[in-house]
Every structure is written in C-alpha cells, then in structure tokens.
C-alpha cells in the first residue's frame, strides 16, 4: 500500500503540469479581451556570465522583469522591476507575432552535460508564451552549440526587439525586492 501511495505521489505533479504544445493560437487576443488578460509571455534575456533575467509580460500591461545572479542565493526576493504598457501595445506585439510567423520558427532545444555554458560562449534566448490554456516556445542561441556556430533568425529576432523595448519600460522607476515569478 505505502508503494502505491509513493507511486501516486510521485505522478500527480507531473498530471497537473501542461505539457508544451508546438505552437498557439494568438489571433483571439486581438479581438477579445477576456483572452488577452489570460496572456503571459517570459523572455529570457542573457546576460554577462551565468547570470540571467527573466522579463514577464502580461496580458493586461503589466510588466516585470527580474534578475537572477550567476550564483547561488535565496529566490525568495530577487530583484525585481515593475512597468506598465497599454493593452494596445500588447495587442502590437502579438500582431507581430503572427506577421512574423513566429510558430513556424523551428523548435530547438540546447542540452547541457556539464553545466551550463556563460553566455558568451552560448547565450541561449527563449520566449515562453501561455494562453492561460497551452503553452508554447521557442528558443534560438549565438554562440557555437555542437562544434555549429548558431544565430537568431530574423522573425525571432524581431519579436525580441518589442520585448527588450518593453523590458526598458520597467527600468525608468526604482526597482525592489518580490518573490521569484513563475511561468
């Protein structure tokens, strides 16, 4: 019996976790609100060494974007700064999304044996999308991955560009302390 219990506990967590699909529908973002306010996007921005942040966009406007040191500390409070944009503004960035073709971008995923590389030998970008139904990503590293040399295409590229626009929002007012976001 105690092995049956162990077993169920060991599989509910990964019951409850929605699996990544290949790609989302964003067209009813732009045409409904109920579905825009659902919408959380996390850009993973590299930075010197092993450091990174964590750049959250919400549906409403909201933005956050957090900072995590190269090293090992508490993620109860992590550096954290807060803006705001329109819904508009999200809705452009969705338009550009889809004018991009952002889904039809290759799937790629970066594997590390010994710990991860600092990212100036791979800086590895991801943006995470959830619908508040599905999630989905895409990830595109510069740098050498396998003895290939990688690159961000164009379309990825290009939603970046909105995404760092909106992440400089968050840096014009003093930034604090809040607990560690997640996706």
């Known amino acids: 019996m105690r092995i049956l219990v162990a077993l169920l506990f060991t599989l509910l967590p990964k019951a409850t976790e929605r699996p990544y699909q290949s790609q989302l529908d964003l067209e009813p973002m732009l045409h409904d609100g109920k579905a825009l306010a659902k919408l959380v996007i996390m850009y993973e921005l590299p930075t010197a060494g092993r450091s990174f942040r964590l750049f959250f966009v919400h549906g409403d406007g909201s933005l956050a974007l957090q900072l995590y040191p190269g090293r090992p500390m508490s993620t109860t409070d992590m550096p954290t700064c807060t803006g705001r944009v329109t819904p508009k503004e999200i809705q452009g960035l969705i338009?550009?999304?889809?004018?991009?073709?952002?889904?039809?971008?290759?799937?790629?995923?970066?594997?590390?044996?010994?710990?991860k590389p600092t990212h100036e030998e791979l800086g590895v970008h991801g943006i995470f999308v959830d619908n508040g139904l599905d999630k989905s990503a895409r990830a595109f590293a510069v740098g050498t991955y396998l003895d290939k040399q990688e690159s961000i295409p164009e379309d990825f590229a290009a939603v970046e560009q909105l995404l760092n626009k909106f992440a400089n929002f968050t840096l014009t007012k003093p930034c604090h302390f809040a607990p560690a976001l997640e996706f």
Request: charged share 25%; proline share 5%.
């Open 95 to 115: 338009k550009t999304m889809i004018e991009k073709h952002f889904w039809s971008l290759p799937e790629r995923q970066y594997l590390f044996v010994n710990g």
